[in-house]
């Protein structure tokens, strides 16, 4: 259970629609291949985190970026898409509700969570691994 400190390869299943975005990636921010993405209230992509300044996850990043000083830098994100992540204290019954971003690799609880950044929905949880239908969220949780 930690972020991720390299790219991974993150093989999503049930492609029914994919939403796909491409956002600015903030200055000297990096953002690995294979982590949950998030923007800001300017609508800049940075990795998934429990963070007061950071919304929902929009998707999973399909590439490696680093931001730069001119905002040039662009995160290709996937949404809509079942991927898997490490759980973080998910049970059975979390199945068909919304997990929290812990960070850019983990999802847990909403009711854990400091600032409710909502994953997607728990679609299954097998062993330590959460199913999650990133981008896509069910009634509150919380």
Not at 40 to 58: F, M, N, V
Request: charge should be negative; aromatic fraction near 4%.
């Amino acid at each position: 259970m930690s972020a991720l400190t390299k790219s991974t390869d993150r093989i999503g299943e049930n492609f029914e629609a994919p939403d796909l975005q491409e956002p600015a990636v903030l200055d000297a921010t990096q953002i690995w291949q294979g982590g949950l993405v998030c923007v800001d209230a300017d609508g800049a992509a940075s990795p998934g985190a429990d963070s007061a300044t950071l919304s929902h996850a929009i998707g999973v990043s399909q590439v490696e970026a680093l931001g730069d000083a001119a905002g040039a830098t662009r995160c290709l994100a996937h949404g809509n898409i079942d991927y898997p992540f490490t759980s973080s204290g998910l049970t059975g019954v979390d199945v068909g509700k919304n997990v929290a971003i812990v960070d850019d690799n983990t999802v847990g609880t909403i009711t854990a969570s400091t600032n409710k950044n909502a994953a997607g929905v728990l679609v299954r949880l097998v062993g330590a691994t959460a199913w999650v239908k990133v981008g896509r969220f069910g009634a509150s949780d919380t």
